[in-house]
């Protein structure tokens, strides 16, 4: 059972979580970015910790938005791709949108007494038919790529302005919030303020760094915000992004719709991969965490292993909720190391990635961290690497052939984890046009 909400509500923190979208690890200044400025989320790290080894649960926006809202890796709801289309999600196993069903973050949290708003993307359903945000357990949202209902432009400040009148207006309780922003996925809508900012950079970096300042801008606002309200000791503020950095092409966009992935040279920080990709630079993102006089300041922890399914317990935690009974996270409460205390993680990480038909996205497809210990796996092709994350962050050298009972270790436990995961997408999930289809 959930605990009352009104039994602690005196000592609830609210929470908030930014969740940025395609930023690479290398994209905040602060982890040597060589042409973004983020001074508000450099700030944001010098007074909480910056988690130098979080990663995500997909290299893609929609099931990695699925391990954060259910505390499961996606692949528990066999969402292994963004949301698109009902011909492209027949064709990878796919609902055409999150079972509202599931065990869901927001619903938790507005169970104990909280109030909960999610502001900016959604992108957690592709069809006419699909639930409205509210299904999730929100108290108020206001959306893109979402149900249509209250839908936002993505460009501009609206995502931001619809959170800081939620957090106004809610000040006096506790409350939840997601504010899940648009930079830096394309299309790129810079903003001329910014452009003139760095006008000095070459063309694709000038429009980069001006979608990450906005970024970084939405960061300064919620903490300048809580200061004025004096809300700084009584919020945890959590940011990240959902994936790495998207691959540059040619591409440039139309002006008037936007700009195209010619713009998009985001930086992992010399991690391997991107976007699409399970090796560290598709994964590993940016993870700050700020709490004044919980939190402790100035510190970077290279240690901790964190994921995103940690976030459900985790928030729970520090809510003084407890987890329900029929409940079984893939993640565990990392509240400890956000005290800075030590911490040990006991629970193994799996990744499960369908790339497509881009035989450059289909490799690796299936990973998992035990331990010091990445295992990288094709099954149709037998390809197997394995790495030492503690020795080698940046996964440079395949450690496989020296570490041969690791590899099978490591293959047998994603053999069990592959067992114990669903073959159907739920029939709750389906759209009409896909039942007519099937």
């Known amino acids: 059972m959930l605990a009352s909400g009104l039994a602690v509500r005196a000592e609830q923190p609210n929470i908030i979580f930014i969740f940025a979208d395609d930023w690479g690890y290398g994209d905040m200044g602060k982890h040597g970015s060589t042409f973004c400025q983020t001074p508000n989320l450099d700030r944001m790290a010098e007074e909480g910790i910056d988690f130098a080894n979080f990663t995500v649960n997909s290299p893609v926006c929609s099931p990695s938005r699925v391990a954060v809202m259910t505390g499961q890796f996606p692949a528990r709801q066999c969402i292994h791709q ?156 959590v940011f990240s992004t959902d994936n790495g950095p998207e691959h540059s092409t040619d591409d440039k966009g139309h002006k008037g719709q936007g700009l195209g992935k010619f713009y998009s040279v985001g930086e992992t920080g010399g991690l391997k991969g991107e976007k699409r990709s399970l090796f560290s630079g598709g994964i590993r993102v940016p993870f700050v965490v700020r709490w004044p006089g919980v939190v402790p300041a100035g510190q970077t922890d290279t240690t901790s292993v964190v994921t995103a399914v940690d976030l459900l317990p985790t928030f729970l935690e520090a809510a003084g909720i407890a987890l329900p009974e029929e409940y079984a996270p893939d993640g565990q409460s990392v509240f400890a190391a956000f005290k800075g205390e030590e911490f040990t993680r006991t629970k193994p990480i799996f990744w499960e990635w369908r790339g497509g038909d881009q035989q450059e996205y289909t490799w690796p497809s299936l990973g998992i961290r035990d331990g010091k210990w990445k295992l990288l796996v094709n099954p149709e092709t037998q390809k197997m690497e394995l790495y030492d994350l503690e020795s080698d962050w940046a996964e440079k050298t395949d450690v496989s052939a020296k570490y041969p009972e690791v590899v099978q270790q490591l293959s047998e436990q994603l053999t069990i984890w592959k067992q114990s995961l669903p073959t159907e997408p739920p029939a709750v999930a389906l759209s009409k046009a896909r039942k007519k289809k099937e």
Do not use: C
């Open 82 to 237: 963004h949301f698109q289309g009902v011909k492209a999600h027949i064709k990878r196993g796919m609902p055409d949108w999150l079972d509202p069903q599931a065990p869901m973050l927001p619903r938790m949290m507005q169970e104990a007494g909280y109030v909960t708003g999610h502001f900016g993307k959604w992108h957690l359903g592709s069809s006419a038919d699909s639930p409205v945000e509210d299904a999730y357990g929100y108290d108020a949202f206001a959306t893109f790529n979402g149900s249509g209902k209250n839908e936002i432009p993505k460009g501009g400040s609206v995502s931001v302005d619809r959170a800081e009148e939620f957090i106004l207006e809610h000040q006096d309780q506790p409350f939840f919030v997601n504010l899940w922003l648009h930079e830096a996925h394309t299309p790129h809508l810079p903003q001329e303020r910014f452009m003139e900012q760095f006008k000095d950079l070459g063309e694709a970096e000038q429009v980069y760094a001006s979608i990450i300042a906005e970024g970084d801008e939405a960061v300064g606002r919620i903490l300048k915000l809580l200061q004025e309200l004096d809300l700084d000791e009584k919020t945890l503020v």
